[in-house]
């Protein structure tokens, strides 16, 4: 018998483009084997200790105007930030490209989105750049709620924590910043001895 677990892949590449796969992991053995034009296969021999990868496209946009620097997904949303300034909002369940915002004067290098435990959406998008500022927008109509001002130069990563109340965030002048998001001010800033290039 065979066991099948699928997901959803996003990919930002160099080319501009945003690009979703489905891609179905099946363990054990599998009978038939069906594929189609649209499917590239993977076949690791699916044996009970080794599976088979099926990837399905779902979607290729022409997301920006420059490469794809950042990605995020959570709660059936997807946000791209590009060399073009601009995030781009895409509905994964629904497959609808839900608009682009611009706040930002620079690439946009780093997102992060709150979902609160009971939502099936997130409420929030934080959007960081080169600006060294960092953009939070209410999901629900795009609308832009403020700049988080706590760095000089490009915020190379920021997480948010999963109580939605602090966040941190850090620089490429190895800045580190916890925010107080209730307040919208950093809470606590130290400079580290290596700058870091992802927060999870």
């Known amino acids: 018998a065979a066991m099948a677990t699928q997901s959803d892949v ?13 891609a179905v992991a099946i363990k054990g053995e599998l009978g038939g084997k069906k594929s189609d034009e649209k499917s590239q296969e993977t076949d690791l021999g699916a044996t009970d200790d080794k599976k088979a990868f099926f990837w399905t496209q779902r979607f290729a946009v022409k997301a920006h105007q420059g490469p794809v620097k950042c990605i995020k997904s959570k709660g059936g949303l997807v946000a791209s930030g590009g060399d073009d300034d601009c995030v781009r909002i895409y509905d994964l369940v629904n497959g609808k490209d839900l608009g682009t915002l611009v706040q930002h004067e620079g690439s946009v290098t780093c997102l992060d989105m709150f979902m609160s435990e009971t939502a099936n959406r997130p409420s929030h998008l934080f959007s960081g750049g080169v600006d060294g ?20 130069r490009r915020v190379n990563s920021l997480a948010v924590h999963s109580s939605g109340k602090m966040a941190l965030s850090c620089d490429q002048d190895r800045n580190l ?13 130290t400079r580290l001895d290596v700058a870091f290039e992802e927060l999870l």
């Open 133 to 152: 500022l960092i953009n939070v927008w209410r999901v629900k109509d795009f609308k832009a709620m403020t700049k988080l001002r706590g760095h000089k």
């Open 177 to 189: 910043c916890m925010w107080n998001l209730l307040k919208g001010r950093v809470s606590y800033k």
């Open 10 to 22: 996003v990919i930002g590449c160099y080319e501009r483009f945003v690009l979703g796969h489905e």
